[in-house]
């Protein structure tokens, strides 16, 4: 999937990969799509509830040996 920013938050623990994640979502105009890299499997519950709160649309994530990816678009 085509991504216009990439955040490596590997290693990071609760919240800390939400928070960067805001971040960077808030330096990116509407319609720019996220790829963040994590390895806290407590993230896949956080991403969800994230983007459900947020608007911000998950439009994919994939589970790799301890290792989870997702794409987030920009509401």
């Keep these: 999937m085509?991504?216009?920013k990439?955040?490596?938050a590997r290693g990071l623990?609760?919240?800390l990969p939400i928070l960067k994640t805001k971040k960077a979502l808030a330096e990116m105009i509407t319609g720019e799509v996220?790829?963040?890299l994590a390895t806290d499997p407590g993230?896949?519950?956080d991403f969800k509830a994230f983007?459900?709160?947020t608007g911000n649309e998950l439009l994919a994530h994939q589970e790799n040996t301890n290792e989870f990816?997702?794409?987030i678009?920009?509401?």
């Design 2 to 4: 085509q991504f216009n």
């Design 6 to 8: 990439e955040l490596d």
């Design 13 to 15: 623990n609760c919240p």
């Design 34 to 36: 996220l790829h963040v």
């Design 43 to 45: 993230s896949v519950r």
């Design 51 to 53: 983007s459900k709160q």
């Design 69 to 71: 990816e997702y794409y």
């Design 73 to 75: 678009k920009r509401k």
